[in-house]
Structures are given as C-alpha cells and as structure tokens.
Nanobody, 116 residues
C-alpha cells in the first residue's frame, strides 16, 4: 500500500505560479506517477505524467507551462505550474500505479484556484 499526500494548492492570480508536491508513504521507484485534475462539473483529466521509465506526457493545455518532476530517493513528485490560467482551476490529484495493473493509488486532492 502506498499513501499519497498532496500539498501546495491555493489561490493565485492569472499569470501566477504554484508548485504542488506529492509525498508517498512508500517507494515510487517502480510506479508511474501522474497528476490529474478535476474542474467543477467536468471529468477528471490527466495533466502530466512521468513514467518509471522516464517518459513524460502532458495534456496539450498545459504543455510549456507545467513541469512534472519526481525524486525516487525521497518518494516525492512535484508539479511546477507557471503562467496559470482561470481554466487551470480545479482539484489536483496525485496518482501512482502501473498501467493495466492493480492497485492504483490516489491522493486526497488539493484545490487550485486561479482567479483575480
């Protein structure tokens, strides 16, 4: 079992930045790590992923603005979010797992609000 705890959310003005962090209770070395978000009234969507093999994947809407990073030694994953837009508002969730296999792990989420 791996527990994930997100932090770093908050209220920021358009054009601002935030850094989210996800701390895992166990080793993430063999896991694909990702950030998802869910806006009010919308489905949860993938924002950024960093696989255990070192591959990156970003949603088109955040390419060039968001950067995912992972530190396997510290069992932590980060999401640097720059040039934030109101449409980036939502609850951001940390996710860990291996595609096609169970279990998968989710954090409790952290709220990000981009508003003037």
């Amino acid at each position: 079992q791996v527990q994930l705890v997100e932090s770093g959310g908050g209220l920021v003005q358009p054009g601002g930045f935030l850094r989210l962090s996800c701390a895992a209770s166990g080793s993430i070395f063999s896991l694909d790590m990702a950030w998802y978000r869910q806006a009010p009234g919308k489905q949860r969507e993938l924002v950024a992923a960093h696989t255990r093999g070192g591959t990156f994947n970003y949603a088109n809407s955040v390419k060039g603005r968001f950067t995912i990073s992972r530190d396997n030694a510290k069992n932590q994953v980060g999401l640097q979010m720059n040039s934030l837009k109101p449409e980036d508002t939502g609850v951001y969730y940390c996710h860990a797992g291996i595609p096609g296999r169970l279990p998968v792990y989710w954090g409790q989420g952290t709220q990000v609000t981009v508003s003037s």
